[in-house]
């Protein structure tokens, strides 16, 4: 019997240094990278929490300079790269610190792309094959994430909102990997309990995905299902207990492992999160956290082994047939978004009816909807956000 084995094309690449406490390698990291003056790029709240001051201070006392860029919106538009280009060149700095979650540590790479590609952003969009674009000659990144949900500190990804509607846009290149990330647990002690909870419904998102969708990875598959474990054991503690140093480690560990795992491909739940931020401005965590569980039912009949095995994962001990086991991981995500806590309806959240046209559109041509085990069509977009309303 002939079997045909298809080709896959797989990496796992990014240096991180993990461990509380690893900021203080921030220093020798930039010396490593041969650079001696940072534009730190963060938001308000890192500022107003005293995370920046305290990178400043690790710099200053590594004998470097660092200068500070806030510019970053919660969801990162244009103009946040654009001005942090400038900032990045009025300051003569030689490597970008994305300091924070998703956001600050997308617009640094994008600013770093952008300080030597002279083509417009919406030139470098994934989906119009930008990705060709993209060369090596950039100035080095150092990722230092202050949640436990995004991932982008080894993603090879930045997500910003372009045009007149907003819609949001993927700039992908192995070229915007970090250099190196900085994962250090302390950085998340302290943040409020629903930032805890939205972002760490982000990396289970990212982490379940990546496991069901229709792409071909087996150590992305191995790194979703890590991902999922840690999650399922350490996320209800980290919103319950913001100084538990383990939690927090495991989580920020579940996050850049999510992370690495969707490089296998996402699905329906990412395709409809990403509208609900561009148009109803929602932040990306919550907007998973709430789309989940209903994109869960749409595809269980497409993918239920998948499903059954990453119930295991999240800490389900049902048996029985597989549609039961698959229906398990339902029953896992729901139980969770009840333990933390997490809102599970868009309505409350201001998301309008009036709006789900607009986000359907954009919902179906998204890049992340090529990987759900189901395709996401106009009517099925539709009934899940009525759904989730």
């Known amino acids: 019997m002939t079997v045909e084995i298809p080709i896959s ?3 796992f690449p990014t240096r991180m240094v993990v461990g509380p406490g690893a900021l203080a390698r921030l220093p020798n990291e930039m010396e490593k990278l041969g650079t001696k003056r ?7 709240g890192i500022k107003a929490a005293g995370i920046v001051e305290r990178v400043e201070r690790v710099i200053a006392e590594g004998g470097l300079a660092g200068a500070v860029y806030l510019g970053v919106s919660k969801n990162p538009i244009e103009r946040d790269v654009l001005e942090g280009v400038e900032t990045f060149r009025r300051v003569e700095a030689d490597v970008v610190i994305g300091l924070g979650g998703g956001a600050p540590m997308d617009v640094a790479k ?12 919406i030139e470098y969009d994934d989906l119009i094959g930008g990705d060709r ?8 990144v150092i990722a230092i994430p202050t949640t436990a949900g995004t991932g982008s500190e080894v993603g090879r990804a930045s997500v910003i909102c372009l045009g007149d509607d907003g819609h949001k846009v993927v700039i992908f290149s192995p070229h915007m990997l970090p ?19 939205a972002t760490g419904m982000d990396a289970l998102t990212h982490a379940l995905e990546a496991y069901v969708s229709n792409g071909n990875h087996p150590f992305a598959d191995m790194m979703a299902l890590g991902a999922l474990t840690r999650i399922g054991r350490y996320l209800v503690r980290a919103v319950r207990d913001g100084s538990d140093i383990k939690a927090r480690h495991e989580m920020m560990l579940a996050s850049s492992m999510a992370a690495i795992s969707f490089q296998k491909g996402l699905g329906a739940c990412h395709a409809l999160a990403h509208p609900l931020s561009a148009v109803a401005d929602l932040h990306h965590g919550l907007a998973n956290a709430i789309m989940l569980p209903h994109v869960i039912e749409y595809n269980l009949d497409a ?11 999240l800490g389900d001990n049902v048996s029985g047939t597989l549609a039961l086991r698959a229906r398990g991981c339902f029953n896992m995500v729901w139980s ?7 809102p599970r309806r868009l309505a409350p959240l201001g998301v309008k009816k009036k709006m789900i046209p607009t986000m359907v559109e954009q919902a179906v041509v998204d890049a992340a909807a090529a990987g759900n085990p189901k395709k996401l069509t106009p009517e099925a977009a539709k009934a899940l956000y009525e759904r989730a309303m």
């Open 9 to 11: 094309e797989m990496s």
């Open 38 to 44: 940072a534009l730190i790029v963060a938001d308000k």
């Open 110 to 121: 994008t600013i770093a792309l952008k300080a030597t590609h002279e083509l417009p952003l």
């Open 133 to 140: 674009k993209i060369h090596g000659n950039m100035p080095p």
């Open 179 to 197: 250099n190196v990330a900085l994962c250090d647990a302390e950085l998340t002690v302290g943040l409020p309990a629903h930032v805890t909870a």
């Open 303 to 313: 993918a239920p082994e998948a499903y059954a095995i990453a119930a295991q994962a």
């Open 336 to 342: 969770i978004l009840e333990a933390i806590g997490s």
